[in-house]
């Protein structure tokens, strides 16, 4: 079983920039591909990023392509998330998530991943 902290979200005004980070432990990252996802108030969870185990293929969704970068340092146990020229409709609770599956393709369907952080605020001001 893996543990996940989610950090580095907060408040940052339209067009700014927040890198999240999200430690595992418990077991090793390189065991598992990896996925940032974000809820909205009243909204359903939505798939952000994803990335493979190695890091050889990453996934975004529509909204954050060209925005958002998804790395990974399996050394660190760490994978992270970039976010530059944030928009408003961005704010949320970003998770991130574990997949223990092997798929060339990282997964979007938030019931594909195994284990998942408490998140944390992200808020966009305009």
């Known amino acids: 079983q893996v543990q996940l902290v989610e950090s580095g979200g907060g408040l940052v005004q339209a067009g700014g920039s927040l890198r999240l980070s999200c430690v595992a432990s418990?077991?090793?990252?390189?065991?598992?591909?990896m996925g940032w996802f974000r809820q909205a108030p009243g909204k359903e969870r939505e798939f952000v990023a994803a990335?493979?185990?190695?890091?050889?293929?990453?996934t975004y969704a529509d909204s954050v392509k060209d925005r958002f970068t998804i790395s990974r340092d399996n050394a660190e146990n760490t994978v992270y998330l970039q976010m530059n020229s944030l928009k408003p409709e961005d704010t949320g609770v970003y998770f991130c998530?574990?997949?223990?599956?092997?798929?060339?393709?990282?997964?979007?369907?938030?019931?594909?991943?195994?284990?998942w952080g408490q998140g944390t605020q992200v808020t966009v001001s305009s």
């Open positions: 990335i493979r185990r190695g890091g050889s293929s990453r």
């Open positions: 998530a574990a997949d223990m599956g092997s798929r060339l393709i990282p997964a979007r369907a938030p019931s594909l991943y195994d284990y």
């Open positions: 418990g077991r090793t990252l390189s065991s598992y591909a």
